[in-house]
């Protein structure tokens, strides 16, 4: 199978995109695959890494400054042609969009040029990209039931988000091999690029944590380390990021993060209780409605970012720890949201699409 795939900015898009990719390559060994992104985003260093082929083009994102309106204007326009090109020349079975404003020129010349395309939506109120490439994807593929809504009906099918199935094959890590003894174990991160707001505020509670019968491991983000680095707690570790966080999701009993929607489908398939602090910067606060979700069905527990202090955020965790049953409850209620099939239902989707090529 020849493949383009395309997403582009956050770990949300681009990781769910790698499980595609890797599902193509265990189902079909031989295939090709070209992956469209960005000149100066994440994937370009993500993608190259893993040894698959790496194309980047230059555009950005709609911006409220005029200017900059008219540049992306520009450079819409420029990545069109270029992606036809690239199109036209890879012949390719069919065109995957996994999110982001890059996927808009791929998956809009792969129509117009007459190939199978897909979309793949992750969160709950889907993205502007998303919303646009509506008319000309072939197949939208949607990680929640509630999402579906937005979608031309026809097209729509519910699969789940790609990390789900995926990190069900990591093998697990020991509290040991973290640095730790056998105490319940808290993972705190707020996503790839980590958060300076709830950085700050979770290290303010530290002295505290430190005098608490459980384990800490705080992944600052890249971009914050040096800050924090310095620990003086024997029960909180400290690191920058983590290369294998469904191997480490397996062994937490508790995880605070944000609400995006690739943690919350690992979360949700492995069973991990979390306490989420979805981001207040994001698109049509898609976080705070993903968080919401699990919090409805009594399957987490949110703290606004607004309301997030040291205090509440001990009390948080001193509440869903100490509380077996309604720790047990929430459990049971949170497995019930994993899609443990995700991959295969995605696959699926491909295969038909590219047999109707055929």
Request: charged share 25%.
């Amino acid at each position: 199978m020849k493949v383009i795939i395309s997403a582009a900015g956050t770990g949300g898009h681009i990781y769910p995109a790698i499980s595609i990719i890797n599902k193509i390559k265990k189902m079909e060994p031989n295939s090709e695959i070209i992956y469209i992104g960005t000149t100066d985003r994440m994937e370009k260093d993500v993608i190259p890494k893993m040894g698959i082929k790496y194309i980047g083009i230059n555009i950005s994102g709609l911006s409220k400054n005029i200017l900059k309106l008219i540049k992306s204007f520009f450079q819409m326009s420029s990545a069109i042609k270029r992606c036809r090109k690239i199109i036209k020349s890879f012949d390719p079975d069919i065109v995957i969009g996994v999110g982001g404003y890059v996927t808009v020129p791929v998956i809009f010349s792969a129509n117009k040029l007459g190939y199978k395309t897909i979309i793949h939506e992750q969160n709950i109120i889907p993205g502007k990209a998303n919303i646009f490439l509506n008319k000309y994807a072939d197949k939208i593929l949607v990680s929640l039931q509630e999402s579906m809504k937005f979608f031309n009906s026809e097209k729509v099918v519910f699969t789940g988000n790609p990390r789900g199935e995926e990190v069900l094959n990591a093998k697990p890590v020991t509290k040991f091999s973290l640095g730790f003894d056998n105490k319940k174990l808290i993972l705190i991160t707020m996503g790839s690029l980590g958060s300076k707001t709830v950085n700050d505020i979770i290290a303010n509670s530290f002295k505290e944590m430190s005098e608490k019968d459980y384990n800490v491991l705080f992944v600052t983000g890249d971009k914050y380390y040096d800050k924090y680095k310095d620990n003086k707690y024997k029960n909180i570790k400290i690191v920058s990021y983590l290369d294998n966080m469904p191997s480490v999701l397996k062994t937490v009993d508790l995880i605070i993060t944000r609400a995006g929607a690739t943690i919350l489908s690992e979360i949700t398939t492995l069973g991990v209780v979390p306490v989420l602090i979805p981001s207040p910067y994001v698109p049509n606060n898609h976080q705070y409605l993903n968080a919401m979700l699990l919090v409805e069905k009594e399957a987490g527990f949110m703290i606004e970012e607004k309301d997030l202090t040291a205090k509440k955020i001990l009390s948080e965790i001193d509440m869903v720890l100490s509380d077996q049953d309604k720790y047990n409850k929430t459990l049971k209620n949170l497995k019930k949201l994993g899609t443990p099939n995700s991959l295969d239902n995605i696959y699926k989707e491909i295969v038909k699409l590219v047999g109707e090529k055929a």
